[in-house]
Every structure is written in C-alpha cells, then in structure tokens.
C-alpha cells in the first residue's frame, strides 16, 4: 500500500484494512513501461452467432512479426477460454494461458490466427463487452472490453481493418449494424438472417462496435463539404423514435460545424447512433456506429428539460468530433487519453459556445470543474493530466483527463491566438492522421505551428493540483503607476510532495473606481515564475482588479480585493465572466464568514444582486447565473474544515434574506419571464431560468402562497423544464403541495425511466432534514434497480453530492453510500468505483466524520471478491 509522502497526507496507519485486501494486490501500470506491440494485426475477421444466453464468436487476425523478435502471439482474454485455435488453417494445441492472456507460439512473420470463443451476454451485467439492454444486443469496449468478445492485442496502438459478419434471429434481431458501411445480407432458412459490414479505416479494438436489434431508425442526409452525400441513422425502439429529432439535428450541426471551424469532413457514407437504456458513461464515439446512453439522444419538450437539450447536443457534438480527434488520430497507450478527451471536450465546448450565449456556457463550464475536477484535484485521487500509472483505467475517466485536459487546450488556443491554433491543429491532423499518437506530438504541433516554447507549459500534463495565484494590487495615488504582484502556489499532491512553477496565461484588466471606466486593455500575462511584478504606468485613479478573464487558467485566484471592489466589478466589469466571478466571489467570501461566525453582513451581496437585477442589458441566462449563490460543497471546499450543517445554514440564511429584501423584483421577474407556448431556443431557455430562479427565491423567502405558485407552476407546465425546477423547489419544503407534486410526477411518468431518474435525483438532492432516511427508503422502492446505471447515480450518485445529507453526523450517509457500493461492485464494478469519491473527502471533516468515513473505505477494500476499479479507488482514498 502506498502511503503519500507528503505534507497534508496522513499516513493510515491505525486502520487495518491491508490484511483483508484481495488476495493479490492488483499491479499498477506504468506509463514508462511502455512498449510498442509485437505482433501487428493489419486485418481482423469477426463472425458473431449471436444470442443474448450463448453467442459464438470467431475471429481471424491476420498478424505480422512488428521487429525481430522471438516474442509469441500475447492475445488479451477476460473470463473466456478459446475453444479452439488454429495457425494458418491448422488447428494447435500447443497455445496455453498466461492469466487471462492466450500465448500462442508462431514461427514465421505472418500468419493467420483464427479462435472461437462462447460468451453470454445476458449474463454481463457490467455492461462491458458484448452485454443485453433492453432485449437488444449491443457492445462497449472502451477501454478494455474487446477482450471480453474476443482474444486480440487490447491495446489502443494496435490498428486493424475489421469485417464483421453478424447472424442473428430474424424476429428478435431485424436490426444488424456494425462500424463502417454495410456490405450484404440476407436471410437463412433456419430463421435467421445475417449481414456484413466492413470498415476501411484502420481502428483500435475499443472503437469495435455492433448492434442487433428490434429497432426503428430517424434518417436523414447530410451532403459534405466536397459534396459526397452521407446517410444519418439514429436507431431507437420504435415507441422513442419521436424523440430523436433534437439529437438529428445536432449531430447535422456538429457536422457542418467541424468543417466550417477545423476543416474536418466525415470520411464513411453511413453514420449510425443507436441509443440504449443500459450505459456506463454518456456515449462511445465507435467508428461509423456511435452507441449512446438514451439520456442523451431522447428529448421532447414534456420529458427533457432544457439541461437535457442542452447536454444531447453537447454528447452528440462530442462523439462526431471524436471521428477525427480520436479516431483517424487515436491514443498510443491510455495515458495518453486526454490527447482525445480533453481536446474533445474542448472542441464541444466551443461548439455549444456558438449555440448560444459564449459567456453563459463559459460559467457553466468553470462552474462544473470547481464542482467535479477541483476536488479530485485537491484530494486522494489526485493525478495529472497525463497519468504515470494506474491499477484500472476505468477508474481514469475522470474531471482531470477531460475538462482540466479541455483547459489545457484552451489555454494553448489562447496562447496560440485563433490564427495559428488552426495552423497547429491542421497540423496535427495532417501529420498524425492514420497513427496512435501521444500528448506530447500534440504539444509539439502547438509549438511547431504556433512558433512558441512550450516546455514549461508541458507541466500542466504532469504536475497535477489546481495551482493558486495571490494577486494584489497597490496604486500611487495622483496618476501614478499601478503595480500587481503576483505569485503561484502548486499545491502537493499524492505521489507529488514539490511542484515547479507553472506558465499561467491570465488575462487581465485594471477599472477606474470613479469612474468605472476601463484604464488598460485586456493584457494576457504568461506568468512563469514563481513570483512576478507587473507594472501599469500612468493610472490616473484608484484602479480595481479583473484577474483570469473569461477563466483564461485553470486556476485559484486569491486577491486582497475588498467587498466593495468586487461589488464594483460585478456591476461595471465589460468581461460578463469576469462580472460573475466578482459577484461569485463577493458571495462566497460573505459565506464563509458567515458559516465561521454564525452571522454574517449580507447587506453588500444583496445590493449587488438588486443592482444586477436592475441593470440594463444583460440576457436573462446571464442573469439568472449571476444572481445564483454558490453551492453547498464549494463553500466546503473554500475551508479547511468543513461544517456541513453551519454551511448549509450560512446559505439558506443568505438564500431568504436575498428572497426577502429582494421580494418585489421576483415577483416582477417571475412576471415578466413568464411565455407562452414552449419554444427551445437561447431566449427562450433563458427566461425559463431567470423565472425559475425567481421561483426558487420566493419560495426562499417563505412567502406564504410559495409552495402555491410552485404548485401551479407543476401542473400547468407545458415543459419538464418548468416542472421539474417547480418539483425542486417543492421538494426542498414541508409544505403539504410537496408530497402532492412527488406523487403526480411519479404518476405521470412511472412509465419512462429517464423521467423517473429525476424523480429519485430531486428527492436525493433534497436539502431537507429527513432527505437521509427519504433516500434510504428510496433505495427500497420498487422502481429503484441497481442494475441500470442511470438509476444508480440517479439515487446514490445524487446523495453523494448532497454535503449535508450524506455528511450526517451518525455516520448513516457513509454507511448507506459503503453498502450501496458494496452490492453493486458485484454487477458493475466501474459504475460502483465512479461513486465512491464522496467517501474520500475525510481529511476535510472534523475527526469524528472522519473516521467514521475512514471505517467505512476499509469495509469496502476488505470485501472478499472485490473488483480492482473499487480497490483503486477506496485504498488509495484510504491512504
Ligand atoms: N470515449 C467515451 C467518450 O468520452 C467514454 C466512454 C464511453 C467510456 N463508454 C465508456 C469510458 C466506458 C470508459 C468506460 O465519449
Ligand atoms: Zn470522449
């Protein structure tokens, strides 16, 4: 066991949990062990007798000798012996098994590799291989599940052409899709039927994918940018398929948008999505046959909110783009995983960004990294952006690897200017297209396209923690000069106790205090060192500070700026970041105060707000971000030592004092943002927000007709958008309308799952006292199955983030998350380990929660049978 040699990290010594671990620990892998494959297997032949209890699976590789060497064939397994093998049409029997691997002895250079293996997919309840959903059949293989279909060299550097032959029951499976295009089919007289596809480009085994299905189809076409036409499926049970047209349209978006901004054009003639019920992640960007988590595909107005509309288009957006940042260019190995993540990421944020409002998206981005990747940045699971090692790589599919790995890129751009950032990334496309590449090949291509030195700035792939800046600025009064002294921090992290100084590109810009007026231009600062003085000449009065414009780093900032200087900013700042952030800033640091003091002088933030709400011109997405205070767990994660109770206290103190003093302007608004029929459009999502924020405020106030209004609001709704955010505001009550709105709701959509996700989510989210045993009984319920994966995060996920529920003082929220994850490890182990951080956050909690937390990580690494992706996240959560 690793225990991090570093300041902050408490050794765990009085625990005993290492005595129970698995039998064998399991091996971390290292990014410096690498080595490039033995064999290389140019063509691959798979011919599939499926059938959800017993599928037989054939594969012929065709593999070639990489260099001179003596190495035999190493072919990847998990949980299947080969029925048989053969050599160039001969069957052997001198192959053996090493672990999972099958070793086969070759003489020559070239040969054909043929095995059949027997695999039951209704029994794969990890939902890793090939597995059942909803009847239908369908594969995920990243990042290693291809070795549960097949033996083949699992690995990302290994690129083959496949040709894949399906045969399946002709009433169960009409639908039989695989990568690429199809080629023929036909029907057997046994009733079944079967189908070729075949596809040209050279991939990874975990871009694999197939489908076989009872399912209907959305089509449409899209003409490419040199005019070849390609043909748009999105595949769904036929009950869905009215609620595919959002996703259609998005990914025709996203298609024209990749050629109009990176010159990219689709390469195949047939583009294929299929959605399933049953998914680990969000979606899988497969070559030609994307498979999605229905969350994000299934929209109309009744059931998906305008959030959902939002992250479908995102999702989409994000696996069409991974064609070319992905799949024509692929990984080398998976620490080099943020290469396709985190410019991927990257490149669908700047997709969404020109959707609607760029300044909006930009706060919902920097709001989800403060609640996800700067967390895992300051806590046990730490790691940089480019991992050295890991036990499980499942377990690497993280906030870091794709949106600090999205920062990265961006601060590249930035750094870069927009220009010659396109000159780096055609670059990029052109010299790596067809080849597994690595970070650092696309750092080089910055460099080389963008004439910059970059090795400083290459850090920011191996140094992991969330660098803190302190800012001050000081002022000779009488037009004198202005100086700001800056200095960076990079905080230890496991296996990291010293860091080097980072290159910070921050943009900043200096306001007259009497003026309001700008006194500079926006200057972009690379600090490099570890501290710096910047100087500003002839500042002719009082200057205030707009640091890290538009989040131009990933980054801490601590400055000396008063109340009033944030105040200042939030209403006169010309960067609508910048202006939020002040206002985010003033709040916190009035929180703050307040969960340490017990009381705190809120009378700054609510002239802010109320000056805000009355300013002119602003959208009302803007606004309705702006005037949102900041959430329970980023107060937490402000302190050293976080209350859970006195936090949420500070808040909804805050919460009804603004809904009070402020009373007139949301009626006004909740007035005035009112619409008629529903449209999804940027406006129109906005005033849906601005007004629900309004809602949630009047009910903060106690209002007595609130619970009322909400009431209304639920039934009337000709939106999920405008009923759920009225369920979640009830939810958070005693008013007798709550259990009257959970029951309608329940009643109304018991038959969608998607919808009742939310269901469970809203309840688990609840701020109310009682929301711990509320959860508890949910867990009961008879719509409550931790065998879907949406449902899972929907309830235990969901109270995981809930700081003041799951962090109740008896310990019950650690106990019910360690017993939750304990049963589901044994069906999906990878869904299990995405769940477990909460439990890790114990070094932040007074010593009583924190060895309650600490018990319970050691009941879990001492579970007989546990799976390597929860023994890597609870022991070094542990450590
Ligand atoms: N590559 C996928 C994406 O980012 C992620 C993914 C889908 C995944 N399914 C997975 C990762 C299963 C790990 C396990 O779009
Ligand atoms: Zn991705």
Known sequence: MVLWDRQGYIP?????????????TPAAIRREDYCPPAWAVPEITLDFRLDPAETHVRAALSVTRSSAHGEPLRLDGAGQTPVSVKVDGVTINDWRMEGEQLVVPLSGDTHVVETEVVIAPDRNTQLMGLYASGGNLCTQCEAEGFRRITFFPDRPDVLSVYRVRMTADAQRFPVLLANGDPVAQGANDDGTQWAEWHDPFPKPSYLFALVAGDLAVNRATFTTMSGRE?????????????KTDHALHALKLSMAWDERVYGREYDLDV?????????????????????????????????????????????VAHEYFHNWSGNRITCRDWFQLSLKEGFTVYRDQCFSADQGSAAVKRIEEVRGLRASQFPEDSGPLAHPVRPESYIEISNFYTATIYNKGAELIRMMATILGPVKFRAATDLYFDRFDGTAAT???????????????????????????TP???????????????????????????????????????????????????????????????????????????????INRGFSAPVVIESDRTAEDL?????????????????????LDTLVAGTINGTMNSEAVIDAVARTLEAEGLEPAFLAEAVLLPSENFIGDQLAMVDPDAIHAARESLREQLGRALAPAWRRLYAEMAQGAYVYSPEAKGRRRLRNVALGYIAASGAEDAAALALAQFDDADNMTDRQAALTTLVGTDAPEREVALERFH?????????????????ALSSRDDTGAVVARLAEHPHFTLANPNRARSLIGAFGMNQRAFNAADGSGYRFLADQLIALDRLNPQTAAKLLPPLGRWRRFDAERAKLMRAELARIVATPGLSKDLFEQASKSLD
């Open 230 to 242: 390609v043909e748009l499926g999105i595949w769904v049970r036929a009950a869905d398929l009215a």
């Open 271 to 315: 583009f294929n999505i299929v959605a399933v019920d049953d998914f680990n992640f969000g979606a899988m960007e497969n070559k030609g046959l994307n498979i999605f988590n229905s969350r994000y595909i299934l929209a109309d107005p009744d059931t998906a909110t305008d959030y959902d509309y939002d992250a479908i288009a995102a999702v």
């Open 468 to 546: 803190r800046v302190s800012a001050g600025l000081s002022h000779e009064p009488g037009g004198g000069r202005a100086v700001l002294r800056l200095a960076q921090h990079v905080p230890p992290t496991p296996g990291q106790p010293v860091k080097q100084p980072m290159v910070l590109p921050l943009k900043v810009r200096l306001f007259g205090a009497e003026t309001g007026r700008p006194l500079t231009d926006e200057r972009l600062i690379l600090l490099d060192q570890v501290a710096e003085t910047i100087t500003f000449e002839a500042i002719t009065e009082r200057p205030v500070l707009s």
């Open 747 to 763: 009643a109304r959509y018991a038959d969608n799952a998607l919808v009742l996700d939310k269901w469970f989510q809203t309840q």
């Open 439 to 465: 970070c650092e090949d696309f750092v080089a291509c910055m460099e080389e396209a963008g004439g910059v030195d970059l090795r400083q700035f290459r850090l920011w792939y191996s140094q992991a923690g």
């Open 567 to 587: 105040a200042f900013l939030s209403a006169h700042d010309d960067d609508p970041f910048a202006r939020y952030e002040a206002m985010q800033q003033l709040m």
């Open 12 to 24: 765990a010594m009085d625990i005993q949990h290492s005595a129970a671990q698995p039998s064998t």
